[in-house]
T-cell receptor
Framework: NAGVTQTPKFRILKIGQSMTLQCTQDMNHNYMYWYRQDPGMGLKLIYY???????DKGEVPNGYNVSRSTTEDFPLRLELAAPSQTSVYFC?????????????FGPGTRLTVT | KQEVTQIPAALSVPEGENLVLNCSFT??????LQWFRQDPGKGLTSLLLIQSSQREQTSGRLNASLDKSSGRSTLYIAASQPGDSATYLCAVMRAQKLVFGQGTRLTINP
């Protein structure tokens, strides 16, 4: 099992450009999440999904979009990149069939917007 | 709104010492609490998960406790080693969503 994988690992964007951060999990988890982590801070929830076709906003959704067409994939879209979106982005997944709902995290994507 | 606070923000201790990291949360209606480790430039490694019905969990030299009524959790690290140097994050879960503290950056000096 690869677990949760994210691509790319690093990316530099110019202001106003768009990009998609990819997230894939091979654990057949229903729930998937996107977080961002600013320097010296904890993680904040951007969007989450409880299954294919179902997504909802987290604490900091502005400037981002998501879709969930399959169980495995949960891409995060930045339409008009801004310097405030410079951050490290983490994807996570969990399986509600366990009692703990423990979340498993990917290695992160480090994004710089200049 | 749930808020999670970790004190201190940074801690430096000599090797071999026992130490305690603190985590507090404002809403006691949580499903569980997790402690994570994060090495510089890396992702998160789950250390311990405590269900809301539990009081503590242990793994090797690590022991985490949970007191829901007071909104507090502690992570106890015994016989600290330089390899324990990292940032430690706690997070509380409610409605299948995690709310994170800002972390404690721990340095163990040889």
């Amino acid at each position: 099992n690869a677990g949760v994988t994210q691509t790319p690992k690093f990316r530099i964007l110019k202001i106003g450009q768009s990009m998609t951060l990819q997230c894939t999990q091979d654990m057949n988890h229903n729930y998937m999440y996107w977080y961002r982590q600013d320097p010296g801070m904890g993680l904040k929830l951007i969007y989450y999904s409880v299954g294919a076709g179902i997504t909802d906003k987290g604490e900091v959704p502005n400037g981002y979009n998501v879709s969930r067409s399959t169980t495995e994939d949960f891409p995060l879209r930045l339409e008009l990149a801004a310097p405030s979106q410079t951050s490290v982005y983490f994807c996570a997944s969990s399986f509600p069939g366990t009692s703990s709902y423990e979340q498993y995290f990917g290695p992160g994507t480090r994004l710089t917007v200049t | 709104k749930q808020e999670v606070t970790q004190i201190p923000a940074a801690l430096s201790v000599p090797e071999g010492e026992n130490l305690v990291l603190n985590c507090s949360f404002t809403d006691s209606a949580i499903y569980n609490l997790q402690w994570f480790r994060q090495d510089p430039g890396k992702g998160l490694t789950s250390l311990l998960l405590i269900q809301s019905s539990q009081r503590e969990q242990t793994s090797g030299r690590l022991n985490a406790s949970l007191d829901k009524s007071s909104g507090r959790s502690t992570l106890y690290i015994a016989a600290s080693q330089p390899g324990d140097s990292a940032t430690y994050l706690c997070a509380v879960m409610r409605a299948q969503k995690l709310v994170f503290g800002q972390g404690t950056r721990l340095t163990i000096n040889p």
